[in-house]
């Protein structure tokens, strides 16, 4: 059974940092493209950052971009963001997906991913 577990999450202050992490079982994340979705209460799920299969490959929303970085580390079978000078419009909740061979990430890319998290919380205040 594959699982996404997200850790990391919390209440933090404007300006302040987080590194969330997504542990995986069940599968060999090597072979995954992994990112990061929120979704903020009343909007839409968005795609925050993604990292394709081989690592090379990296993908940022502009309102993250310059303040989130996305890596992985494949012997720890785990993705991190790390995210910095965090503002209120960050708060959401973070999920982690997982997708067989994905290299792209973001507009113009399939957008139905193999695996989900069941997300942690991340909430920001003034």
């Known amino acids: 059974q594959v699982q996404l577990v997200e850790t990391g999450g919390g209440s933090v202050q404007v300006g302040d940092s987080l590194r969330l992490s997504c542990a995986a079982s069940g599968l060999a994340v090597s072979g995954y493209g992994l990112g990061w979705f929120r979704q903020a209460p009343g909007k839409e799920r968005e795609l925050v950052a993604g990292i394709g299969w081989t690592g090379t490959s990296t993908y940022y929303a502009d309102s993250v971009r310059d303040r989130f970085t996305i890596s992985r580390d494949n012997p720890k079978n785990t993705v991190y963001l790390q995210m910095n000078s965090l503002k209120p419009e960050d708060t959401a909740i973070y999920y982690c997906?997982?997708?067989?061979?994905?290299?792209?990430w973001g507009p113009g890319f399939w957008h139905v991913y193999d695996y989900w998290g069941q997300g942690t919380q991340v909430t920001v205040s003034s």
């Open positions: 997906v997982a997708d067989h061979g994905r290299t792209g």
